[in-house]
C-alpha cells in the first residue's frame, strides 16, 4: 500500500494552478560524501540522469570535484528521471545541503505520487536522513516529506480551513 494517497492526502497540495510549481527539497546538513552517496544511488538504481555545467552535457564527476569548483564556475546541476516522467533536477550549491526540486505538473496522480515517494524514500535511505520538501521559495515548514524515523514519506502540513 502507498505511503501517501493521492485523494485522500496530497491532490491539493500538488495542485499546480495554485502557483508555484517546483516544490524546493533540502537534506541538511551533509558533507560531499552525502552528495557522493547520491550520486551512486542514482548509477546503482540506473535511473536516467544528466549533468551539465552551463549549458554543456558532460560525464557524471565525483561529488568532491563538483563541489570544489571555483564559485564563478558555470552553474553545475543533474538532472535525475526515477521514471520517463519525473524529473528531479539537483543543484550543487554547497556540499551543506543537498538541494533539488521537482515539478507539481509531472506528479499528478496516485503513479506519479507513488514514484516520487519512492524517490525520496531512496535517498533518505542511502543518507540515514530526512528528505522534506518544500513549497518554491518558502523553507519555514516542509509540506511533504521522508520522515526517517517512520522511515516513510508523509504529508507534513495541515490543509488550512477554507
Known amino acids: 500500500m502507498a505511503d501517501v494517497l493521492w485523494d485522500d492526502h496530497v491532490a491539493w497540495l500538488l495542485d499546480p ?3 508555484a510549481c517546483l516544490p524546493d527539497v533540502f537534506v541538511e546538513d551533509t558533507t560531499a560524501a552525502d552528495w557522493q552517496a547520491v ?3 542514482v548509477v546503482e538504481r540506473g535511473w536516467a540522469f544528466e549533468y551539465f555545467e552551463g549549458d554543456t552535457v558532460l560525464p ?7 563541489l570544489s569548483r571555483p564559485a564563478d ?3 553545475a546541476y543533474l538532472r535525475v528521471w ?4 519525473v524529473c528531479a533536477i539537483f543543484r550543487f550549491y554547497s556540499d551543506e545541503a543537498i538541494d533539488f526540486d ?8 496516485q503513479e506519479r505520487l507513488d514514484i516520487l515517494c519512492g524517490f525520496l524514500a531512496a535517498i533518505g535511505r ?3 536522513k530526512s528528505v522534506p ?5 518558502d523553507t519555514r515548514a516542509p509540506f511533504l516529506g521522508y520522515d526517517l524515523a517512520a522511515d516513510r514519506v508523509r504529508v507534513l502540513w495541515t490543509r488550512p480551513e477554507d
Open 133 to 137: 520538501m518544500y513549497f518554491e521559495g
Open 102 to 109: 521537482v515539478d507539481f505538473r509531472e506528479l499528478q496522480g
Open 60 to 66: 557524471l564527476p565525483r561529488a568532491e570535484a563538483v
Open 82 to 85: 526515477p521514471d520517463p516522467g
Open 17 to 19: 494552478t495554485d502557483g
Open 39 to 41: 550520486l551512486d544511488l
Open 126 to 128: 542511502r543518507l540515514g
Open 73 to 75: 564556475a558555470e552553474c
